[in-house]
């Protein structure tokens, strides 16, 4: 059976590496929304989830949330504690980032720029 991997694309600038999942033998699910992952992750527990990482500067939540991510990687704890768990994020906001261990262990963090060969290293290890 083909690994699953699970893109979180929230914004224009999430890479497009399906051609490197291909060849790894990866079969990639595009959602737009972390409801819908959420929502799929009761049925589907994917290998890996690849997401870009918006610090919540003025979110709504008076500091609870650090991050988009936060929900989603709660709902990792509860329905796949096992999926490798990749966090894209621009080198302004990578001081952030570390906070989301405390939530659930991240497999890697990538700082942009990042290549296909990175990812492919990453997916590889």
């Known amino acids: 059976m083909a690994k699953q991997l699970f893109s979180i694309i929230e914004s224009p600038r999430h890479p497009n590496f399906l051609a490197l999942y291909t060849r790894l033998g990866i079969e990639e699910h595009c959602f737009n929304s972390m409801r819908k992952v959420i929502k799929q992750l009761k049925t589907l527990q994917p290998d890996y989830i690849v997401a870009e990482f918006f610090y919540g500067?003025?979110?709504?939540?008076a500091g609870?949330?650090?991050s988009n991510l936060d929900v989603m990687l709660y709902s990792l704890?509860?329905?796949s504690s096992a999926t490798k768990v990749i966090v894209?994020?621009?080198k302004s906001e990578?001081?952030?980032?570390?906070?989301?261990n405390d939530i659930i262990p991240l497999h890697a963090v990538l700082v942009r720029p990042f290549s296909e060969a990175l990812m492919n290293n990453t997916l590889t290890e």
């Open 94 to 100: 990578r001081q952030y980032v570390d906070k989301l």
């Open 57 to 61: 500067y003025g979110n709504n939540y």
């Open 64 to 66: 609870v949330n650090i």
């Open 88 to 90: 894209l994020v621009d």
């Open 77 to 79: 704890q509860k329905y």
